[in-house]
């Protein structure tokens, strides 16, 4: 009588356990802002630190943005069932998360009519990975507005990178398709950067932040400043005064719909952009 033994199931696949260096690199990306850090940070702790965040990386304890620049997996720094439960996303998070990633507003039919879009690609609800711990859905990868301005952020400093333009529009609520690049403003000569995830990039302008007209928003990452709808409408009319971007005609329009038109003027005088503000009125 032949005997047939049950086959073992394939065992799960965990993470190695990161070593002394690594655990710090975690606890250093947990405290960054959009807890991003680049190599530079790790420095002080490690004899080569890019090859740190590499194997974190590979290991699934890090995601890698772009050349030099990671941010912690979802979950992904759980050293502990305590750390594990301190990580979980409260689903009023994910409601804000959910927020920013879909975009909510009125879907522009007039691009349809153009012929610019078929059909409303926005992401069916469900369609979304779920935290492995606590099994809630979270927004991964990180969208390019997210990680553009992490990136943009370990390069100048937290609070001297903001989202605009486009990228703007869409952590405003006013929808888009999803853009494969991410408009940046930093105060200092800065050359576009590539991305891991999005092939677009990161596409900067120089601009002394303080003269701006700013808010925050909701990003995958963590809060971010973009510039306000006001501001906004500006920078796009300034930027493409010829429409040659099918979606900024639309933007504007969208965005003044409910811009407080004091701020408008106030911004328009005090930035030398009177002639940009009437060719936006002449629009309307």
């Known amino acids: 009588m032949t005997t047939t033994s049950a086959t073992p199931a394939d065992p799960v696949t965990q993470p190695s356990a990161p070593s002394a260096v690594g655990r710090i690199a975690l606890e250093l990306a947990t ?117 553009a301005i992490a990136v943009a952020s370990t390069i100048h400093g937290h609070g001297a990178a903001v989202l605009s333009g486009l990228s703007a529009a869409r952590l405003l609520g006013i929808w888009l398709p999803l853009l494969d690049v991410a408009f940046v403003t930093v105060p200092s000569p800065q050359r576009a950067l590539p991305l891991d995830d999005h092939p677009g990039g990161i596409n900067f302008s120089q601009r002394p932040l303080e003269n701006l007209a700013l808010e925050t928003r909701p990003t995958d990452l963590g809060p971010a400043l973009v510039t306000c709808p006001e501001q906004t409408m500006l920078d796009l009319e300034h930027a493409d005064r010829l429409h040659r971007n099918p979606f900024s005609w639309s933007v504007i329009r969208r965005l003044g719909d409910t811009c407080d038109r004091e701020l408008l003027d106030h911004l328009a005088r005090t930035q030398r952009r009177r002639r940009t503000l009437d060719r936006i009125l002449g629009l309307r």
Not at 42 to 47: G, S
Not at 105 to 118: H, K, N, R, S, Y
């Open 31 to 147: 405290a960054a802002p959009f807890q991003t850090i680049r190599a530079v940070d790790l420095a002080p702790f490690a004899v080569r630190p890019s090859a740190v965040l590499a194997a974190l990386a590979r290991d699934g304890w890090l995601h890698r943005l772009a050349r030099g620049a990671y941010c912690l997996v979802p979950g992904g720094a759980a050293l502990s069932t305590g750390a594990r439960e301190s990580r979980t996303t409260t689903t009023a998070e994910h409601d804000v998360r959910e927020t920013a990633r879909v975009r909510p507003g009125p879907f522009p039919a007039e691009m349809l009519e153009a012929g610019v879009l078929d059909e409303d690609p926005r992401p069916a609800a469900g369609s979304r990975p779920v935290d492995p711990f606590s099994g809630d859905p979270v927004p991964w990868p990180p969208t390019v507005e997210a990680a």
